[in-house]
């Protein structure tokens, strides 16, 4: 008996070929396995088709090509349900591919997302807001916002507005972070709240970081060179050396002095004054290479 599989298109990701991944999905929809539906999101009510889309036919299996927002989007209609998520990796940034090493072959990937068996990972809520991989406070927020409203694109869009971002930025930010037991309040240029390990650009935020293991990192940058900033678009580096502090955790909020930048999986959010955090637990299944 075939498998219904729902394949979501994101036409405007970042680095999609959209005739590439519908052919390969023709492809696979020739397969005994698959029963495949595609549906290509427009920009206008797709959380609303998508939803209709999974209450009219019992899908299996749901698969995403875009970025991370589009990820987010899917991903929070699947959380604490019997579907598969899978990635293939079509963004700018790709952050939650890149943490959990997804290839960038696409066959590899259509392998990975159609077959392989899934891990139950960690979410978290920003402000009650659904996050798969990271948000942040702070100047990476402003530079996403930044992105986000210049005509620039893909990681070169990133790199570009990362200095102008840096020198206008009112950082150092003041945050009173409360944890468990615990007050700590201090200044800083970025506050994470990390499910994973990596920023799309491979740089490492969260050396600790585990998708599956049923907490998250509170991380703060106290401090951020120019330097730095550059570096975190060079694969694979750690930002070890920086500043920083990490606390692990299954819920925070925070206060600030003044309203400041979050952005939640790549997308920019708003300004906010507080912040809350908190985990929920192997609430999402999610189509891995074998070797998470």
């Known amino acids: 008996m075939k498998e219904n599989l729902l394949l979501v298109i994101n036409p405007t990701a970042g680095s999609i070929n959209v005739n590439e991944v519908v052919a390969k999905a023709r492809e696979w929809s020739n397969k005994p396995e698959f029963n495949i539906n595609i549906y290509k999101t427009s920009g206008k009510n797709d959380d609303a088709r998508i939803e ?3 209450q009219a036919k019992d899908y299996k299996r749901v698969v995403v090509a875009g970025g991370d927002g589009t990820i987010n989007m899917v991903a929070s209609k699947l959380l604490n349900k019997d579907i598969v998520l899978g990635i293939l990796s079509c963004g700018s940034a790709n952050g939650l591919a890149t943490s959990l090493q997804i290839p960038k072959k ?3 990937q259509f392998e990975i997302a159609f077959k392989h068996h899934p891990l139950s990972i960690d979410t978290l809520f920003i402000n009650d807001i659904f996050c798969v991989h990271i948000a942040d406070v702070g100047i990476n927020a402003e530079l996403i916002y930044n992105y986000e409203t210049s005509k620039t694109s893909g990681m070169l869009g990133y790199a570009i507005q990362s200095i102008p971002t840096l020198f206008k930025s009112n950082y150092p930010y003041k945050f009173k972070i409360f944890i468990e037991d615990k007050v700590i309040e201090n200044k800083g240029v970025l506050l994470a709240f990390a499910n994973a390990k990596k920023y799309g650009t491979g740089a490492i935020i969260n050396p600790e970081g585990k998708i599956d293991d049923g ?8 401090r951020l060179s120019i330097w730095e900033v550059l570096k975190t678009f060079l694969r694979n580096r750690s930002n070890k050396e920086t500043s920083m502090e990490i606390y692990r955790t299954k819920s925070v909020s925070v206060k600030c002095k003044t309203p400041i930048a979050l952005q939640v999986d790549g997308e920019f959010i708003g300004e906010y004054d507080t912040f809350s955090a908190h985990i929920k637990p ?5 189509a891995v290479p074998n070797s998470n």
């Open 52 to 54: 209709q889309l999974l």
């Open 106 to 108: 696409l066959d590899e």
């Open 215 to 222: 907490s998250f990192e509170v991380i703060l940058y106290k």
């Open 282 to 286: 192997q609430s999402l299944k999610l």
